[in-house]
């Protein structure tokens, strides 16, 4: 019987364990409730909401003792993917990486990282509407009319509202959903907060760069793309499709 522990919390990761034969024993581990609540329920399925760090998965591989570690996490979770594979190494459990295609968005303006964009920003007249989650905000926070003009697209989490709370940002500047917004979203957000420029990290297809893209195009505004870290793993060790993943953990079969 093939045991796996999934880092999961994304689509991927869902469609991953959803396609996955009968049999296979699966502990999927989650940062969140709403990740672990992306996941159907089948059998073998068990979850581990919460966050872990090296020594936390560690525990967890010597406790579990998985075939595989298959990390599926979002492709900006690098200090997530450092700890599971330096874990993994340490416990002796083999370590796969998906990584999710690049959005390879066209005319976009992409940035090395979060300050590079939040330098950009500084040269915008207008307001902004941010669509990179709550995590990363420290460098746009740091902008002086950072809660006049900036606009957050956020995770509809009572723990990042309690966050942002913190922050003391208007509620009157952020939306809070779940989910991949549509073209016509993404155009409705920007048209209520009057945008001149949408912010987004390059989380691919999946992640709804190609909707916010088309958004900004509709509306004229430029879209600042946020370019992934360097992958924990090098290109040859990565699985680049859920296919080519499970042929790594099967074989042939």
Do not use: W
Not at 6 to 29: H, K, N, S
Not at 55 to 71: H, I, M, N, S
Not at 163 to 168: K, P, V
Not at 209 to 235: F, M, N, S, T, W
């Amino acid at each position: 019987m093939t045991r796996l522990l999934v880092i999961a919390g994304t689509a991927d990761a869902a469609e991953f364990v959803a396609r996955q034969p009968a049999g296979v024993e699966i502990l999927a581990t989650t940062f969140s409730q709403l990740g672990a609540d992306c996941l159907a329920s089948r059998p073998g399925l068990r979850l581990h909401p919460g966050a872990l760090d090296a020594a936390g998965f560690a525990a967890l591989l010597a406790a579990e003792q998985p075939d595989f570690v298959v990390d599926l996490s979002h492709p900006f979770a690098v200090e997530v993917s450092r700890n599971a594979k330096a874990a993994a190494a340490g416990q002796g459990v083999a370590y796969l990486r998906f990584e999710r295609p690049a959005s390879a968005a066209e005319g976009c303006l992409h940035f090395a990282d979060f300050a590079a964009a939040a330098a950009a920003c500084r040269q915008i007249a207008g307001n902004i509407l941010l669509t990179i989650g709550s995590k990363n905000l420290a460098p746009f926070s740091c902008l002086p009319d950072f809660r006049q003009r900036f606009y957050l697209r956020v995770l509809a989490e009572s723990r990042i509202l309690q966050e942002l709370e913190a922050l003391h940002i208007d509620p009157g500047h952020i939306f809070a959903m779940k989910g991949v917004a549509s073209v016509e979203l993404n155009v409705a957000l920007a048209r209520q907060c009057q945008a001149a420029a949408i912010v987004s990290k390059d989380s691919g297809r999946t992640g709804g760069v190609p909707q916010k893209l088309a958004a900004a195009q509709q509306l004229g505004i430029p879209l600042l793309l946020i370019d992934r870290p360097p992958a924990e793993v090098g290109e040859a060790q990565a699985c680049h499709s859920l296919a080519e993943l499970e042929k790594m953990i099967y074989g042939n079969r």
